[in-house]
Structures are given as C-alpha cells and as structure tokens.
C-alpha cells in the first residue's frame, strides 16, 4: 500500500447521511427511513486516508470484471447515447427468454433488481396490505416497503443465520401480499434447502407473491440447493429474481430481471418509468449471457477463493456462517464489527458492519490478493 502524505480521517458514511434531518416538507413516514448506505467506494477511502490500492470487500462485487464481450458490446452502443434505447429491450429479452424456457411476457426487466424490488411494493402493496421479510436479510426489502408505506413482519432467521420457512408462513396474515426471501441470502450468505423452499411455496396462500430473489444463484453449489425456477409450479405466483450485478460483473450499468406470471408483471408496465434499461446494460447484458466460459471462470476462481478465505478466517478464530454466495458472514472472534471495520479501513482494506449484526463482517470474497490483504490485516489487528 502506498501512503501519500498524513491519513485524513475516515468519515461514517451512515453519520454522514443521518445528521441531514428531513425537510419538513417531505412526507412524515420518511422519517423512519435510514437511506441504504452502500459499501464504501475505494477511491473514497483513498481519498480520506492519502493512499492508494486500497481493497473493497464490501460490496459483493465480481473481482474479475464483467466478460470482454460484455464490454465491446456496451461499447459499440455507445455512440447511440443520443437516441433512446429500446424500452422493451426486445433483444435482451428475446436472450433471456430462450435461455430461461419462458415466455417473453414472463420476463420484467429493472435497473438492477433493485428497481424491481421497488417495483413490486409500490404495485402490489400500500398501507392495507402487508409484507413479510427475515431478519436479516437484504436491506432494501425494508426499504421500499417502508417508503410504499407497506406495513411488514420481519420474521428472525434461526441463529441469525439460518430461514425457517415455517415461522415465515407463521407470519402470513389476510392481508399479506408480498413475502420477500434472497436465496442464498445477504447478509448471511446461507441459503434454504430446496426442501424447505418446496414447503414454504407450497404452504404459502394465493394472496401472497412469493418474490424469491436469487441474485448469487450462480455461486451456490450445495447439491440442496434448488432455484425456485424449478418451483414455479408450486404456486401460482412465484417471481424470482435475478441481476446482473453478481457474477456477471455489470453493476454499475444496472440490469436484472424477475420471472413470474405475465399478468403479474404486466401490473409492474403500469409504475416504472420508460427506458429504466440503458442501451449499454442491454447490450452488455446480453453479451455477458453469450460468454458461458467467462461466467465459469468468475465462478470456480469465487469457490477457490471462498475456500480458502473461510479457511484462513477460521483460523484466526472467526465463526464463518457456511457460503452460498460470493460473500462470507464471519463472527468477530473478539471486539465488535464496527471497531474492527474502522481499524481495517486504517489499513486500506473496506469490509461491511452489518445493522443489527453487532458482532458480525460481511466480507466480499476478492481476489486471491485482495483476500491476502485482508487476513494480513487481521493477523496484525488480532495480534496472531
Ligand atoms: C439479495 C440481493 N438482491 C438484490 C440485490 C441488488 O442487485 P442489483 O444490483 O441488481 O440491484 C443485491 C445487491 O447486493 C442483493 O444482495
């Protein structure tokens, strides 16, 4: 790591957000948001501290960058930027589609699966409706419920790591209209056994849209583990969710997709905005379906390096929840995640607290580097 000049002081990015209170003329249940605090950006940390080559394990990206066929055909499109793109992405579409054995109008493409998750709250559920959630699990579920103003159960996983699919149907009420479950889930990395995913569909009322978003189902590998793809079947309103953003390295173009019943998603048409696909992340996007080789080279060197980094964070006495995912959810051995995320950011290395997991880091797994950076630094911090 190169150091330029004295560390400047690194700024909470929460803090940050939270001291700007709410205009009084925004609406009242804003309030109770705290707006998503992303992973620490590492030219930020560079900034802050004067160094350079920090590593950011903080955001579930792929290391390895998106398929060089991605990238030429982002390019090529880019000298379209004057005119809209196609509001339909009729191309990646059509892609998606054949590769995935469903109808065109069983496909709804967003801004990342991000979007879609908005989406689905603002068009199924309002302030009579109600959603259920786990606890923890990803962020932005709560988010956009919250902001729709959609009243919602957050069920506990057991251990904290672990969906029970019984207590979430223990949480359906009359009124509940979406139930949100990410398999594998983030943050904890595990994920529910295509046993328990059968029973949970199968139990779950009509009423109820089951949104099952898989967006790190190319890195499970537990011969448990199903995709709810397989499931649509058990019940009538299964949506799943994929992105774009994981493994196949495109996140900050911004493209996922939801497969469910064509009335369904048609209701979505109605609230998203037009053109919510850039001519690049259509483009990309499609490409990066084509390159099959590129895609298993990011997922075999993530299980190489999943291994490994588990393996050396155990025996520095870290409690590792088992990995589905391209991330790892590790108990502090000592001390809480927050001091620790702080003492690593000194080092230049940028992992994840988690709210509501005290003693908890999410950590990206990085390159083969990136990761050695890491345990270094947390030899030298632990002092083993
Ligand atoms: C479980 C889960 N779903 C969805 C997303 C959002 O992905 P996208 O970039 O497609 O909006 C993330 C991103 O971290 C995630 O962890």
């Known amino acids: 790591m190169h150091s330029a000049g004295a560390p400047g002081k690194v700024r909470s990015v929460l803090s940050r957000v939270m001291t700007k209170s709410l205009s009084p003329l925004a609406l009242p ?5 705290a707006p998503y605090v992303p992973g620490k950006p590492a030219e930020e940390l560079e900034r802050e501290l004067g160094i350079t080559s920090v590593v950011k394990l903080a955001s579930n990206e792929n290391p390895i960058g998106p398929s060089p066929r991605a ?6 499109v880019l000298g379209q930027a004057h005119r809209y793109a196609d509001s339909d992405a009729y191309a990646l579409r059509t892609g998606l589609s054949q590769r995935l054995a469903v109808a065109r109008d069983e496909l709804a493409l967003g801004h990342g699966s991000n979007e879609l998750i908005d989406l689905l709250c603002r068009t199924f559920a309002g302030p009579e409706q109600h959603a259920v959630i786990g606890a923890p699990s990803f962020a932005c579920y709560r988010l956009s419920l919250l ?5 919602f159960t957050e069920v506990p996983l057991d251990d ?3 969906w029970n699919p019984d207590r979430l149907l223990e949480a359906v009420r009359p009124n509940t209209r979406l139930l949100f479950l990410d398999n594998p889930n983030n943050p904890t990395s595990t994920h529910l056994p295509r046993t328990g995913l059968q029973r949970l569909l199968a139990g779950l009322p009509a009423h109820v849209i089951p949104v099952i978003d898989e967006a790190y189902v190319q890195f499970a590998d537990a011969p448990d583990y199903a995709s709810a793809l397989e499931m649509r079947a058990l019940h009538p309103n299964v949506v799943v969710l994929r992105t774009f953003s994981k493994a196949y390295g495109l996140a900050s173009l911004r493209a996922g997709f939801a497969v469910g019943p064509g009335e369904l998603l048609n209701a979505l048409e109605r609230v998203r905005l037009p053109f919510n696909l850039n001519g690049l992340a259509q483009a990309a996007a499609l490409a990066a379906l084509d390159d099959e080789e590129h895609l298993l080279e990011v997922v075999s060197s993530n299980h190489a390096e999943r291994a490994r980094l588990c393996a ?3 025996e520095l006495g870290f409690r590792v929840a088992p990995s589905q995912a391209n991330f790892l959810c590790a108990e502090l051995p000592s001390s809480d995640s927050r001091t620790m995320y702080e003492a690593l950011l000194q080092k230049g290395v940028i992992v994840r607290p988690m709210g509501g997991m005290p003693r908890h880091l999410r950590i990206s797994v990085g390159l083969r580097d990136e990761n050695d950076r890491l345990t270094a630094a947390l030899r ?5």
């Open 147 to 151: 902001a729709a103003q959609v009243p």
């Open 71 to 76: 990238i030429e055909a982002a390019r090529a």
């Open 380 to 384: 030298e911090l632990l002092g083993t």
């Open 312 to 314: 050396a964070l155990t």
């Open 160 to 162: 904290g790591l672990f």
């Open 29 to 33: 249940h804003l309030a109770a948001i």
